[in-house]
């Protein structure tokens, strides 16, 4: 370009910034502190016929990369909208908790090289948990929670459960666990029923994620508390990623669907089906019909290679796919598949799990938990709670956390923030 004469201008343009030389799976990098969706109306995307004739391939990838983004980044307006106010009252309420929890950072390492399987709560979840209770003395077993009830409903505990959302949805998905010997991992964000203090039987891990309340933390005690954020907008993905960086592997995933198998939209055993078959179930509309009619009866539905499926799963499958080929060290399986296998691991049938050898879990838990403290025994944490209510920090975060900017309501937030902290 800057060759031409009949385009030199295009180089010296303030408003033209021009990318070169960079491969598709780069581009995402580079477009996404350019593209900003709340200071522009719309994108429009001008393709050059005659390139994308020639170099279809580079271009075609580098246009689905695009129109990633972009979903990823309104994706992320829209969670802000509808959840901003959500996280922030969650991330205050979660304040005092915080102090009694255990860092996610002191189990990363003390696992390799063991076998693991994370579960998730995917329709083929079912036809694996035989296998899975088989195998619960040879593997460590990662649930997400909506996935919790499935495990009780075959008899065993996993040894961990991932816990982030931040709607009330997940009390119900712990609902008859609170005396339960569990370790939750969850997050400052989540609803405040995993981080308060009176599930005394349970373990609680906390990790950091994007939010401002948790980047202020880590900016204040670097690395102490670390995070298994995904930012695939998932348990399953927070899961996944947990299980990679506490060392284990190989690691088998269950229950990862992004589809509807068989007409069912959630294994039996769950909340979601539970609802259904105690609650709103009567004799002219069984299980069945309701799940149909969530399956069909939205305009989002759609039906891939013979499955019935969505597209804000087949973007939530895109994102696992992206963490799942970034996993490196972690040997990966995907069990019984009711499609193709995720990317970067192999489909694996049931049989996988047998016949494994033993693991004395108790002593490698043990082990692994004997030097980690507290968040709350760091100087640097008592502190916390001093600098987040200084009135320009506390206004930053609110600002940042949900777009708020009228000063009364900052107000009442601070007011609240003082409530739940002192």
Not at 118 to 145: H, T
Not at 247 to 261: L, T, Y
Not at 293 to 304: F, H, P, Q, T
Not at 410 to 421: G, V
Request: hydrophobic fraction near 45%.
């Amino acid at each position: 370009i800057a060759s031409a004469k009949i385009c030199f201008f295009l180089s010296a343009a303030e408003n033209i910034i021009i990318l070169a030389g960079i491969s598709p799976a780069e581009i995402r990098e580079s477009l996404s502190p350019l593209i900003d969706l709340e200071a522009v109306k719309g994108i429009k995307l001008a393709l050059h016929a005659a390139s994308m004739r020639i170099f279809g391939g580079y271009y075609g990838a580098v246009k689905k990369e695009i129109e990633s983004l972009i979903n990823a980044k309104a994706g992320n307006i829209a969670t802000v909208k509808a959840f901003g106010r959500q996280y922030v009252r969650n991330c205050i309420k979660n304040m005092r908790g915080l102090a009694e929890a255990l860092p996610v950072s002191g189990l990363f390492g003390k696992f390799k090289n063991v076998p693991a399987i994370v579960l998730a709560s995917g329709p083929s979840l079912e036809s694996s948990m035989d296998a899975v209770r088989n195998a619960r003395e040879s593997v460590f077993i990662i649930a997400s929670d909506s996935a919790l009830a499935v495990c009780k409903a075959f008899g065993f505990r996993p040894d961990f459960v991932v816990s982030v959302d931040p709607q009330a949805y997940i009390s119900e998905h712990l609902l008859g666990f609170w005396e339960e010997p569990l370790r939750i991992v969850t997050s400052i964000s989540a609803w405040p029923c995993s981080l308060k203090a009176s599930p005394g039987a349970w373990k609680i891990y906390c990790s950091l994620n994007s939010h401002p309340f948790a980047q202020l933390i880590d900016e204040l005690m670097p690395g102490t508390i670390g995070s298994v954020n995904s930012r695939t907008g998932s348990v399953a993905g927070d899961a996944l990623l947990f299980a990679s960086r506490c060392g284990f592997s190989p690691v088998a995933c269950a229950g990862f669907d992004f589809g509807f198998s068989s007409g069912v939209i959630y294994p039996r055993g769950t909340a979601y089906q539970r609802r259904y078959a105690e609650i709103f179930m009567n004799r002219l509309r069984v299980p069945e019909t309701f799940n149909m009619d969530y399956i069909m009866k939205s305009s989002n539905a759609l039906r891939e290679n013979g499955r019935f499926t969505r597209r804000s799963f087949l973007q939530f499958q895109k994102n696992i796919n992206d963490v799942t080929a970034k996993l490196s060290g972690t040997v990966l399986f995907h069990i019984n598949p009711p499609n193709a296998p995720m990317a970067g691991s192999k489909a694996a049938p049931c049989s996988w799990l047998d016949n494994r050898e033993k693991k004395d879990k108790a002593a490698l838990l043990a082990e692994a938990e004997l030097n980690i403290r507290r968040a709350g025994e760091n100087a640097a944490f008592i502190k916390l709670v001093e600098i987040a209510a200084r009135d320009e920090i506390f206004r930053e975060l609110i600002v940042n956390s949900c777009g708020e900017r009228d000063e009364t309501r900052i107000a009442l937030y601070k007011k609240f923030f003082r409530q739940m902290t002192m």
